[in-house]
């Protein structure tokens, strides 16, 4: 069974930028999918964006296009989630995913959560 472990979570000023960045245990391979949910307070988690691994294929929530890019290091087995222009409603816990490759938006996997504190 993959486990992922994201990192790289904190607290940053209204339009900074961060990278999230999560490692799986195993080999990520074909068309299974790692990817970022984030649940802000009070708030039910949302998907952010994800990425197919073999070809590279992404997709993203509308709320964060052209603001989050989402990458991978297929040697590493590690997803990257670089956040810029962030904004206080950024605010949240993020999960990194995995899937089968099944389904985008229910991944299999969860990790821990990384928070990101955004100050206005």
């Known amino acids: 069974q993959v486990q992922v472990a994201e990192s790289g979570g904190g607290l940053v000023q209204a339009g900074g930028s961060l990278r999230l960045t999560c490692t799986a245990t195993?080999?990520?391979?074909?068309?299974?999918?790692m990817g970022w949910h984030r649940q802000a307070p009070g708030k039910e988690r949302e998907f952010v964006a994800a990425?197919?691994?073999?070809?590279?294929?992404?997709r993203y929530a509308d709320s964060v296009k052209g603001q989050f890019t989402i990458s991978r290091d297929k040697d590493k087995n590690t997803v990257y989630l670089q956040m810029n222009n962030l904004k206080p409603e950024d605010t949240a816990i993020y999960y990194c995913?995995?899937?089968?490759?099944?389904?985008?938006?229910?991944?299999?996997?969860w990790g821990q959560g990384t928070g990101v504190t955004v100050s206005s």
């Open positions: 195993e080999r990520i391979s074909g068309s299974q999918i």
């Open positions: 995913t995995f899937s089968n490759g099944q389904n985008w938006y229910e991944p299999d996997v």
């Open positions: 990425i197919r691994w073999n070809f590279g294929v992404t």
